[in-house]
């Protein structure tokens, strides 16, 4: 049995840890991507790897998520929108998930194909 002694917290902390978990389970996909680029700025997100061409890429959070506001404003410019169904055919990449995130930030459902 695990005993562990929590008399030397702070209940204030607790509540606020709770609270914050909380939140973080009730938050969109798009949303943690959001938080994330806000608080992670300008550390690594995504790595692509090719190893037959010795290549390796990769994406801050903050480019991660402006990439995904960029398509999200196109595809609305184009008249998508929320409920609309888009099919996603892309080969394994480092730009197929910011576009992922952009399509479902304006709420369309994606329909990935590979």
Partial sequence: MLNIDFSSLNPSYLAKTFIERILHLLMTITEILAKNARIYKDRIALIERVPELAARRS????????????????????GIRKGDKIIQLMTNSLEWLPIYFGILSIGAWVVPLN
Wanted: glycine share 4%; aromatic share 20%.
């Fill in 59 to 78: 994406l801050t959070w903050e480019d991660f998520y402006s990439a995904s506001n960029k398509l999200a404003n196109s595809l609305e410019g184009y």
